[in-house]
C-alpha cells in the first residue's frame, strides 16, 4: 500500500494519464489544422466559390470554434464530466471530418460538417485542456513543464498535418485529406481506449457520477440544436455577421457589469486586463490571414520550389505554407524561454504589457516584409524565402501576444470571475477572427479568381499587406504610449494584491 503512494508511484502515474491526454491532444489537433490547411482552398479551387464568400465562411467558423469552447467547459465541469466531454467532442470531431469528406460530392454537406466541427471543438478543446489541470493538481512545477509539452504536442500535430493534408489534397483529391483528418483523430479515440485506465481517477466531479439518461439526452438534444443553428448561420453570411456582432457587443456588455460591480480594489487589475486583452485579442485579427489572405498569397503569387545556388531543395503547396507557422513556434520557444530567464537573472524581465508591444512591433515587421514582396512581385510571384522569413516574425510575435491572452487574466482577474473572463475572451478572440477575414477581402474585393484580377499575381495583394503592416504600427504605438498607464495599474494591482512572500 505504500508503495501505491510514494512521490515515485505518483509521478509515474500522473505521466500515465498526462500521456493518453497528450496523444488524443496531439490527433485531435492534427485533424483541426489539417482540415484549415485545405478547407479554403477546397472551397475556392473545387467548389468555385468566390474569395470573399469564402474568407467570410472561414471567419465565421473560427468566431464559433472559439466562442463554444466556454459552453463546453461549463458542460465539462456542471453536467458530463471533463473526461466525458472530452471523449463525446472527439467522437463527434471525427464524424464531422468524415461528413466533410463526403461534402466534397455532395457540397450541400459543407456547413452542416463545419457546424459539427466548430461544435465538437468545444467539447473538446476546455475538457482536454482541464483534464492536464487536474492530473497536475498542486504541483506547479510540473503543470508548468506539462502545459510545454502539451502546447509541443499542438504544433507537432499541425506540423504533420498541414504538410500532410495538402499533398493529400493535390495528389488524391479533397476526399482523402479531410479522411485523413477523421482517421487521425480515430487513432487518437483508439489510444485513449488502449489506456483509458490511467484516466480512471482524473476528471471533474461529474465523471465520477452516474449520468442520468435524461441528462445524457437533453445534453445530445443541445448539441443538435447547436449544430442546427451554426449550420444555419454558416448558411446565411449576413446572419452570422449580425451574429458576430452581437457576441462583440455582447462580450463589452459583460465587461462593463463585471467592472462595475468589482471591488474598488480590484479595479486596477481589471482595467489592466481589459487593455492587455483587446491587444491580445487584436492578435488575432491578422493570425486569421494565416487561414485566408495568405494561403490565397500562396496559391496565386508565391513560387513553390525553394531554390538555393540555382538548385531546387524542395517544394511546398499553397496549404503546406500554413506548417510554417508551428515549425517557427517550437524552434522560437526554447530560444524566447532562455531570453525570459536570462533577463530575469539580470532583473529587466519585461511585463506583459512591454512584451504585447515588441510582439505587435514584429507583426508590424512581417507584414511590412509581405507588402514589399508584393510590390517587388508585381504581376509575377515572388520567392517562398519570403514566406519563410515573414512566418518566422509573426510566428515569433504570436509567442509574445497571442501565447499570453490567458496569462493576463490569471494574473489580474479576481478568481471567483476569472472562468468568465476567459470564455469572454475566447469570444472576443473569435470576433477578432471574423474582422480578420472581413480585412482579407480587401484582397478579393471583386469576387473569385477570374473576376478580381488575381491572375494579376503579388502585386493584387499590396495594399491588404500594407494596410495590415499600417494598423499593426498604430497599435504598436498606441500601446507604447499606454505603457506609463499600463504599469500605474501593474502597481495599484500589486499594492492591492500583493504577490505571496513580497
Given at each position: 500500500m505504500a508503495l501505491s503512494t510514494s512521490p515515485s508511484s505518483r509521478h509515474t502515474s500522473r505521466r500515465a494519464s498526462f500521456a493518453v491526454v497528450l496523444a488524443i491532444e496531439l490527433w485531435e489537433r492534427f485533424g483541426y489544422y489539417g482540415m484549415q490547411a485545405v478547407l479554403l482552398l477546397f472551397m475556392v479551387q473545387h467548389l468555385g466559390v468566390e474569395d470573399t464568400q469564402a474568407n467570410l465562411l472561414m471567419g465565421a467558423f473560427a468566431a464559433m470554434t472559439y466562442a463554444l469552447p466556454a459552453l463546453g467547459g461549463w458542460l465539462g465541469d456542471r453536467v458530463l464530466g471533463s473526461r466525458r466531454a472530452m471523449?463525446?467532442?472527439?467522437?463527434?470531431?471525427?464524424?464531422?471530418?468524415a461528413l466533410l469528406a463526403l461534402a466534397t460530392t455532395r457540397h450541400e454537406l459543407?456547413?452542416?460538417?463545419?457546424?459539427?466541427?466548430?461544435?465538437?471543438?468545444g467539447l473538446f478543446k476546455p475538457n482536454a485542456a482541464n483534464l492536464v489541470r487536474r492530473i497536475y493538481h498542486g504541483d506547479d512545477a510540473e503543470l508548468d513543464a506539462a502545459f510545454t509539452l502539451?502546447?509541443?504536442a499542438v504544433n507537432v500535430g499541425s506540423t504533420v498535418s498541414t504538410l500532410l493534408t495538402p499533398w493529400l489534397q493535390d495528389r488524391f483529391g479533397p476526399a482523402a485529406a479531410f479522411g485523413a483528418c477523421a482517421a487521425?483523430?480515430?487513432l487518437g479515440l483508439c489510444f485513449y481506449a488502449l489506456r483509458r485506465a490511467h484516466l480512471a481517477s482524473v476528471?471533474?466531479?461529474?465523471?465520477?457520477?452516474?449520468?442520468?439518461?435524461?441528462?445524457?439526452?437533453?445534453?445530445?438534444?443541445?448539441i443538435a440544436a447547436a449544430i442546427g443553428g451554426l449550420s444555419l448561420l454558416l448558411q446565411h453570411g449576413p446572419l452570422a455577421r449580425d451574429a458576430v456582432w452581437a457576441a462583440a457587443a455582447l462580450v463589452l456588455l459583460c465587461w462593463t457589469m463585471m467592472y462595475l460591480r468589482a471591488a474598488p480594489t480590484d479595479r486596477p487589475g481589471l482595467r489592466l486586463a481589459y487593455l492587455l486583452s483587446l491587444q491580445g485579442m487584436s492578435y488575432f485579427v491578422f493570425y486569421q490571414q494565416m487561414a485566408t489572405s495568405l494561403t490565397l498569397f500562396a496559391l496565386r503569387a508565391v513560387r513553390g520550389a525553394f531554390t538555393l545556388g540555382g538548385v531546387t531543395l524542395f517544394s511546398m503547396s499553397a496549404g503546406q505554407f500554413q506548417a510554417l507557422n508551428p515549425i517557427w513556434i517550437m524552434l522560437a520557444s526554447p530560444v524566447l524561454a532562455l531570453l525570459y530567464h536570462r533577463l530575469a537573472q539580470s532583473g529587466r524581465d519585461l511585463s506583459i504589457a512591454q512584451k504585447f508591444t515588441v510582439g505587435?512591433?514584429?507583426?508590424?515587421?512581417?507584414?511590412?516584409?509581405?507588402?514589399?514582396?508584393?510590390?517587388?512581385?508585381?504581376?509575377?510571384?515572388?520567392?517562398?524565402?519570403?514566406?519563410?522569413?515573414a512566418y518566422g516574425t509573426l510566428s515569433l510575435g504570436e509567442l509574445l501576444v497571442g501565447g499570453l491572452g490567458l496569462a493576463v487574466i490569471a494574473r489580474y482577474v479576481p478568481a471567483p470571475v476569472s472562468a468568465f473572463m476567459m470564455g469572454s475572451y475566447f469570444l472576443a478572440v473569435g470576433v477578432a477572427m471574423y474582422v480578420g477575414s472581413m480585412m482579407a477581402n480587401l484582397a478579393a474585393a471583386g469576387g473569385n479568381a477570374a473576376a478580381s484580377g488575381a491572375m494579376a499575381g503579388a502585386g493584387l495583394y499590396a495594399g491588404l499587406f500594407l494596410r495590415l503592416a499600417e494598423a499593426a504600427g498604430?497599435?504598436?504605438v498606441l500601446f507604447a504610449l499606454l505603457l506609463p498607464l499600463a504599469r500605474k495599474w501593474d502597481r495599484q494591482h500589486l499594492v492591492a494584491h500583493p504577490l505571496p512572500g513580497a
Open positions: 471523449l463525446l467532442g472527439a467522437m463527434t470531431l471525427t464524424g464531422g471530418y459543407l456547413t452542416f460538417a463545419m457546424a459539427i466541427i466548430a461544435t465538437a471543438n502539451y502546447y509541443m487521425g483523430v480515430f476528471g471533474s466531479v461529474p465523471d465520477f457520477r452516474p449520468v442520468p439518461m435524461a441528462r445524457y439526452g437533453a445534453v445530445l438534444l443541445g505587435f512591433g514584429l507583426v508590424t515587421v512581417a507584414f511590412i516584409i509581405w507588402w514589399l514582396a508584393a510590390l517587388a512581385g508585381g504581376a509575377g510571384r515572388v520567392t517562398p524565402w519570403v514566406m519563410v522569413l498604430g497599435i504598436t
